[in-house]
């Protein structure tokens, strides 16, 4: 061992990194074999660190280890002398398993042996600045020079970038001679126009969150909620967004504001708590806590529990155990109920006012935009007053008086309801009151009483950010600013609490976290990393249209995640035995397989391999097919990991016909001709359930008639889930915990489902593995 670290070090790796080398066998050992191979062209110090840092790398990414002396030697020859010739070599070899490699196309593949000459470089560089020269003489060294450096490169593919960086220093130098002091500088922003309060009539696109001017593509989420891309009011500066209500008492009011928060940025989540949170609610959780958390600002979680009949405790802790899992803390949770005292005696100085008045008219003539105007709407204050407080006291029956609103909101609708009679007990409150505020009402008050600065909402509230300033500024409230942003929506779904109900009443799904549904607790359950959701997110964009995307890009993000995270097993769904019958009875050996084939220093596991393994049926075929690649009795193929490559002796059939065993010999990959597949396989496994899922539904929008005329129970897909209750799975999953993610090779990526017990894992299918459309 100590010999080896010696080894590693001499070639330039530090002692960390060799000590990380060796704890990986296969890694450990392909570097060793590629050293010796070096230095019995250059002697046991002849290795440099550059020829090291090349070794190591190609010892790191080589996937077919009989090609390791071939790069070694041609590294070692000095062939491959760069990163990017060593890129172009490991793509050759792969593109040619087949021996013997060519060496003239390699060597042209490669650029060996191109020699590219000062003259060449010094030409190359002389068309690029000649071809910018004019913007060059303008921008000066404020000019993008990686402009030039790219363009010369690519014209000169195997040329030393730091020969290139020189000439093209050396050029703008001789063109534009010494820096000055005003090239030091930096590039001034282009500044703004400056325009009068009067001349503000900015789009409200433009002004939150425009998808087309400020574009959210290749941009983290954090980075598309800081500083530039949204044009966001800062702090204290409400009243220079369009729209916003100024009274006499405003910038006193904002003066206050500023001096309780510090000119922080405070935004909140305000669910209600009568749902699960579905995948629209991640993007608004992400929009609120991260724009308070990209800009050092605070988030409040609260819950907006006006509505007593639908809220159950579940909810509540279902909403807060999501917002932690998207990685989310809130700064405080609170409760519209918490206000409850605030919001009544509020209420009572609405109608002292002369804004507010109780109304008898029942709910079904309030429904409607052409709704007539109450004939109590000019009833005197004194008798609202009496009566709102009878309503208080529980001496009108449910329906029978509602406190309204006296103003006309964005959508025509008029004197919205403020407080409505409920006689069922709150889950917080208890008994103590019987009327409760609606959201019109208490929205906009627990964002003033929380000193919001950003009250972030989905596109549908703009109908109603007109009553939101009103109400604050009718009672000489300090007024957040309420921006709008589009929902998120996804195909062949539904989110509806109300259709999700039906789904699970009806017995379609189980409960609320059926992995075929897009609630977060179902797609935490499938398997999803929350990272993903989050990255989905920020690729979907922060815009102010409606989004409707499909569940396919959402799966794209959890690959990209998982294929970084969720170490390879093997597991084979529809097993076929297979007997090696050259190997002795008792033969078992142990087989190292990587977590990460791609990065093999992320480790490994170790599985049983004996005279009896089990294949996938589907990889293998009695009658050979044309473009068929995997095992037939003609045709070996070969058995990841193991160095084996095995050939059919005999195929056993039961009584129906039906394949169920094979015969075959085995012998070593390193001397059988290479096969045209290599397939997974199992040997002494462990029993699994495995659940498969597809789409629940089976047209993009099952809600919509057009598309399906009979409804969305109509338009279930039976075959969206398949239960697999035998499948053998590789012994290197045993112990594994709930919500533990691992990538089946060649079949998935699968997730540990709460149902597992002790005796029996049960693996949930997250997603397919990306399609190739060559493998048959």
């Given at each position: 061992?100590?010999?080896t670290?010696?080894?590693?070090?001499?070639?330039?790796?530090?002692?960390q990194?060799?000590?990380?080398?060796?704890?990986?066998?296969?890694?450990?050992?392909?570097?060793?074999?590629a050293?010796?191979?070096?230095?019995?062209?250059?002697?046991?110090?002849?290795?440099?660190?550059?020829?090291?840092?090349l070794?190591?790398?190609?010892?790191?990414?080589?996937?077919?280890?009989?090609?390791?002396?071939?790069?070694?030697?041609?590294?070692?020859?000095?062939?491959?002398?760069?990163?990017?010739q060593?890129?172009?070599?490991?793509?050759?070899?792969?593109?040619?398993?087949?021996?013997?490699?060519?060496?003239?196309?390699?060597?042209?593949a490669?650029?060996?042996?191109?020699?590219i000459?000062?003259?060449?470089?010094?030409?190359?560089?002389?068309?690029?600045?000649?071809k910018?020269k004019d913007?060059?003489l303008?921008?000066?060294?404020?000019?993008?020079?990686?402009?030039?450096?790219g363009?010369?490169?690519?014209?000169?593919?195997w040329?030393?970038?730091?020969?290139?960086k020189?000439?093209?220093d050396?050029?703008?130098?001789?063109?534009?001679?010494?820096?000055?002091?005003?090239?030091?500088?930096?590039?001034?922003?282009?500044?703004?126009?400056?325009?009068?309060?009067?001349?503000?009539?900015?789009?409200?696109?433009?002004?939150?969150?425009?998808?087309?001017?400020?574009?959210?593509?290749?941009?983290?989420?954090?980075?598309?909620?800081?500083?530039?891309?949204?044009?966001?009011?800062?702090?204290?500066e409400?009243?220079?967004?369009?729209?916003?209500?100024?009274?006499?008492?405003?910038?006193?009011?904002?003066?206050?504001?500023?001096?309780?928060?510090?000119?922080?940025?405070?935004?909140?989540?305000?669910?209600?708590?009568?749902?699960?949170?579905?995948?629209?609610?991640?993007?608004?959780?992400?929009?609120?806590?991260?724009?308070?958390?990209?800009?050092n600002?605070?988030?409040?979680?609260r819950?907006?529990?006006?509505?007593?009949?639908?809220?159950?405790?579940?909810?509540?802790t279902?909403?807060?155990?999501?917002v932690?899992?998207?990685?989310?803390?809130?700064?405080?949770?609170?409760?519209?109920s918490?206000?409850?005292?605030?919001?009544?005696?509020?209420?009572?100085?609405l109608?002292?006012?002369?804004?507010?008045?109780?109304?008898?008219?029942?709910?079904?003539?309030?429904?409607?935009?052409n709704?007539?105007?109450?004939?109590?709407?000019?009833?005197?204050?004194?008798?609202?007053?009496?009566?709102?407080?009878r309503?208080?006291?529980?001496?009108?029956?449910?329906?029978e008086?509602?406190?309204?609103?006296?103003?006309?909101?964005?959508?025509?609708?008029?004197?919205?309801?403020?407080?409505?009679?409920?006689?069922?007990?709150?889950?917080?409150?208890?008994?103590?009151?019987?009327i409760?505020?609606?959201?019109?009402y208490?929205?906009?008050l627990?964002?003033?009483?929380?000193h919001?600065?950003?009250?972030?909402?989905?596109?549908?509230f703009?109908a109603?950010?007109?009553?939101?300033?009103?109400?604050c500024?009718?009672?000489d409230?300090?007024?957040?600013?309420?921006?709008?942003?589009?929902?998120?929506?996804?195909?062949?779904?539904?989110?509806?609490?109300?259709?999700?109900?039906?789904l699970?009443?009806?017995?379609?799904?189980?409960?609320?976290?059926?992995?075929?549904?897009?609630?977060?607790t179902?797609?935490?359950?499938?398997?999803?990393?929350?990272?993903?959701?989050n990255?989905?997110?920020?690729?979907?964009?922060?815009?102010?249209?409606?989004?409707?995307t499909?569940?396919?890009?959402?799966?794209?993000?959890?690959?990209?995640?998982?294929?970084?995270?969720?170490?390879?097993?093997?597991a084979?769904?529809?097993?076929?035995?297979?007997?090696?019958t050259?190997?002795?009875?008792?033969?078992?050996?142990?087989?190292?397989?990587?977590?990460?084939?791609?990065?093999?220093?992320?480790?490994?596991?170790?599985?049983?391999?004996?005279?009896?393994?089990?294949?996938?049926?589907?990889d293998?075929?009695?009658?050979?097919?044309?473009?068929?690649?995997?095992?037939?009795?003609?045709?070996?193929?070969?058995?990841?990991?193991?160095?084996?490559?095995?050939?059919?002796?005999?195929?056993?059939?039961?009584?129906?016909?039906?394949?169920?065993?094979?015969?075959?010999?085995?012998?070593?990959?390193e001397?059988?001709?290479?096969?045209?597949?290599?397939i997974?396989?199992?040997?002494?496994?462990?029993?699994?359930?495995?659940?498969?899922?597809?789409?629940?539904?089976?047209?993009?929008?099952?809600?919509?008639?057009?598309?399906?005329?009979?409804?969305?129970?109509?338009d279930?897909?039976?075959?969206?889930?398949?239960?697999?209750?035998?499948?053998?799975?590789?012994?290197?999953?045993?112990?594994?915990?709930?919500?533990?993610?691992?990538?089946?090779?060649?079949?998935?990526?699968?997730?540990?489902?709460?149902?597992?017990?002790?005796?029996?894992?049960?693996?949930?299918?997250?997603?397919?593995?990306?399609?190739?459309?060559?493998?048959?």
């Amino acid at each position: 061992m100590a010999d080896t670290l010696t080894l590693f070090t001499s070639i330039g790796l530090s002692e960390q990194k060799a000590k990380e080398t060796l704890k990986n066998e296969s890694l450990s050992s392909s570097l060793k074999e590629a050293i010796t191979q070096a230095q019995r062209v250059h002697g046991a110090s002849g290795v440099d660190k550059a020829m090291g840092t090349l070794l190591y790398s190609m010892a790191s990414r080589l996937k077919d280890t009989k090609r390791l002396a071939f790069l070694s030697e041609s590294i070692a020859q000095r062939k491959i002398c760069t990163e990017l010739q060593l890129a172009a070599a490991l793509d050759f070899v792969k593109s040619h398993p087949q021996d013997p490699i060519n060496q003239k196309e390699f060597d042209e593949a490669c650029g060996v042996g191109v020699v590219i000459t000062p003259e060449q470089i010094e030409e190359a560089v002389e068309a690029v600045i000649k071809k910018h020269k004019d913007q060059l003489l303008k921008e000066r060294y404020h000019f993008n020079m990686g402009l030039l450096m790219g363009e010369a490169r690519s014209a000169l593919k195997w040329a030393d970038g730091k020969v290139i960086k020189n000439e093209v220093d050396m050029q703008v130098l001789h063109l534009l001679g010494p820096k000055t002091e005003a090239d030091l500088e930096k590039k001034p922003k282009a500044q703004k126009a400056k325009v009068t309060e009067n001349d503000v009539k900015v789009k409200k696109e433009e002004v939150a969150v425009n998808g087309d001017a400020v574009s959210g593509e290749g941009k983290s989420l954090m980075e598309q909620l800081r500083g530039e891309a949204l044009k966001f009011h800062k702090p204290g500066e409400n009243y220079t967004t369009e729209g916003y209500v100024v009274t006499p008492n405003t910038m006193n009011l904002l003066k206050k504001h500023l001096e309780f928060t510090g000119g922080q940025i405070r935004t909140r989540f305000p669910p209600e708590p009568n749902g699960i949170l579905h995948i629209g609610h991640a993007k608004a959780i992400n929009f609120n806590f991260g724009y308070a958390k990209a800009n050092n600002g605070i988030c409040f979680l609260r819950y907006d529990d006006t509505n007593p009949e639908k809220e159950e405790e579940k909810y509540f802790t279902a909403i807060k155990d999501m917002v932690e899992w998207l990685g989310y803390k809130p700064y405080a949770i609170t409760h519209a109920s918490d206000n409850f005292h605030q919001l009544y005696d509020l209420a009572v100085d609405l109608i002292r006012r002369g804004h507010a008045y109780v109304c008898h008219q029942k709910g079904e003539e309030l429904k409607g935009h052409n709704v007539p105007q109450s004939p109590w709407r000019d009833r005197p204050i004194e008798e609202s007053l009496v009566l709102f407080e009878r309503m208080k006291k529980g001496l009108f029956a449910e329906g029978e008086a509602t406190l309204r609103m006296k103003m006309v909101m964005e959508d025509g609708k008029m004197d919205p309801v403020a407080y409505r009679i409920k006689y069922t007990p709150h889950h917080r409150t208890g008994d103590e009151w019987c009327i409760y505020p609606t959201y019109d009402y208490t929205h906009c008050l627990c964002d003033s009483i929380e000193h919001i600065s950003h009250s972030l909402c989905t596109k549908e509230f703009q109908a109603r950010r007109s009553s939101y300033y009103w109400l604050c500024n009718a009672l000489d409230l300090y007024c957040p600013v309420q921006w709008e942003y589009g929902r998120l929506n996804l195909t062949y779904t539904v989110v509806s609490k109300r259709k999700i109900i039906k789904l699970v009443e009806t017995g379609v799904v189980r409960d609320w976290d059926d992995p075929r549904l897009f609630t977060l607790t179902a797609l935490r359950r499938r398997g999803f990393p929350p990272e993903a959701i989050n990255n989905f997110c920020a690729r979907v964009g922060v815009t102010v249209s409606q989004t409707t995307t499909e569940p396919h890009l959402l799966e794209a993000c959890v690959r990209d995640v998982l294929n970084e995270t969720a170490p390879r097993a093997m597991a084979v769904l529809e097993p076929l035995k297979v007997t090696i019958t050259n190997l002795p009875e008792n033969f078992k050996t142990d087989v190292r397989v990587p977590d990460f084939p791609a990065d093999e220093a992320k480790g490994s596991h170790t599985v049983p391999f004996t005279r009896t393994v089990f294949i996938e049926q589907s990889d293998f075929r009695e009658v050979m097919e044309k473009g068929y690649k995997r095992l037939t009795p003609e045709q070996p193929v070969g058995l990841r990991h193991a160095g084996y490559v095995i050939s059919v002796q005999k195929v056993i059939k039961d009584t129906q016909g039906k394949v169920v065993e094979l015969e075959v010999t085995c012998c070593s990959s390193e001397t059988a001709e290479k096969p045209k597949a290599f397939i997974h396989w199992v040997s002494e496994p462990l029993v699994c359930e495995v659940r498969l899922y597809e789409r629940l539904f089976l047209h993009k929008h099952p809600e919509d008639p057009s598309e399906v005329p009979n409804g969305f129970l109509s338009d279930i897909n039976s075959n969206s889930l398949q239960v697999i209750s035998s499948a053998l799975v590789d012994t290197s999953v045993k112990g594994a915990k709930v919500f533990d993610k691992f990538q089946f090779e060649r079949v998935g990526y699968f997730s540990v489902d709460p149902d597992s017990t002790a005796d029996k894992l049960i693996f949930n299918r997250t997603v397919t593995l990306k399609e190739d459309p060559g493998k048959i």
